[in-house]
């Protein structure tokens, strides 16, 4: 468990040091004045309360709203994706600077792009997001009790010792999108499990983030 540990941290620390240079220049932009795109008076979330405690943060959300009121506008279809977004972003991120950073400048690019809906094949990049459909919604161990294993269309899973209720809200064949949260470091050739998603369900607009895998590669 505690190699298990350190491989997170070490794919947490590469993270951080992936963003900071995109942070720097957004901080160095004169939007780095403003606010966020939500009143911070109301924020309610780990996510909403780091990023109005981070000036840099806070001006690439204030760009992401922006961007986001400019595409809303010509094509209302992206709004359930883009709240099943933030649900995802919540819940991976958690108040993770560098995780906010990667997810929101990667949806900022996809806004950006014109796209009618998100990629769908699997993410491959950290930040990375896709669209697409729920398959599975099972247990562990295929027993009550043993937590919570969700398959996605797109080849994601994610497997949990807990129970996992906005996965149990689920249903095969609901909407979704699917960020790649952290990738595994140092693993064994052929063994690369232990990456993480965060997934946000398009119909219920709940949201949650675990695994792939029991284990870290290199784990039992």
Avoid at 72 to 100: F, H, M, N, Y
Wanted: hydrophobic residues 40%; contains cysteine; neutral net charge.
């Amino acid at each position: 468990m505690d190699d298990e540990k350190g491989r997170r941290a070490a794919a947490l620390v590469a993270a951080v040091v992936a963003v900071a240079a995109v942070l720097a220049g957004v901080s160095a932009a004169p939007r780095a004045a403003q606010g966020a795109s939500f009143d911070c008076a109301k924020a309610a979330t780990a996510s909403e309360r780091a990023i109005c405690a981070n000036p840099t943060l806070s001006a690439l959300d204030s760009q992401l709203g922006v961007i986001y009121g400019q595409r809303v506008a010509r094509d209302p279809s992206i709004r359930q994706v883009e709240r099943a977004w933030i649900a995802a972003r919540t819940a991976g991120c958690g108040k993770s600077v560098a995780c906010l950073g990667l997810l929101t400048n990667a949806q900022i690019a996809w806004l950006r792009s014109g796209a009618t809906r998100l990629p769908a094949a699997l993410p491959q990049q950290v930040g990375a997001c896709s669209q697409t459909t729920i398959t599975d919604v099972g247990t562990r161990l295929g027993e009550a009790g043993s937590g919570s294993q969700i398959t996605e269309a797109n080849g994601a899973m994610e497997v949990s010792y807990e129970q996992i209720p906005a996965a149990d809200a689920s249903r095969p064949g609901d909407p979704a999108v699917v960020c790649l949260i952290s990738l595994p470091e140092d693993c064994p050739p052929g063994d690369n499990r232990g990456k993480e998603y965060a997934v946000g369900n398009m119909r219920t607009l709940r949201a949650w983030s675990a695994p792939d895998s029991e284990h870290m590669c290199g784990g039992a």
